[in-house]
């Protein structure tokens, strides 16, 4: 099960990464509702770390969930760009990263709590049923309700998105 522990390094690296990328300091809450965006990313985000972990498994790798947007990674990608589309490059850069630290972190939990165990051999096990069952389960989900009600995912955006301004000569 090393490789389970390796491949969820690698996706800590390649999630984690994003911080790397940040300025102190980006993204001023206070004109958008950013931790909104973020919350609104985070299944997607989620979703990918998991469908990432899970392709570990040849088994699971040819057979994961698709949806109209294709898989995970795709989903994952495009509701990435309805989110962050028209936030400047610090707040779209805030987004990301508290998207993909949350979804980081509910990774590392959900493999602690399901598939982590001192029997490698059992830990195995665990893992491919986890993949084959919670795992495509969260996905089918995501991608069901993202297509079911795309018009009510982007209303849901658009408020967090708004710009609150300052009144008229400090009306």
Known sequence: MMAIRSGLACVVVVLGGLSSLIPAGAGDGAARDLDALSRLLEPA??????????????????????????????????????????????????????????????????????????DKTEETVRFGRWCGGYVNTFIRALMGAHDGDHPAFLIRIDPAKSRIEPPENGR
């Open 45 to 118: 985000y989620t979703a990918m770390s998991y469908a990432n972990l899970c392709s570990m498994n040849r088994e699971w790798a040819v057979s994961q969930p698709t949806g109209s947007q294709g898989t995970a990674i795709n989903y994952a990608e495009h509701v990435k760009d309805e989110v962050i589309a028209s936030l400047s490059y610090e707040e779209a850069v805030a987004v990301l990263k508290s998207a993909a630290e949350a979804a980081r972190n509910e990774a590392r939990r959900q493999l602690r709590e399901n598939v982590v165990v001192a």
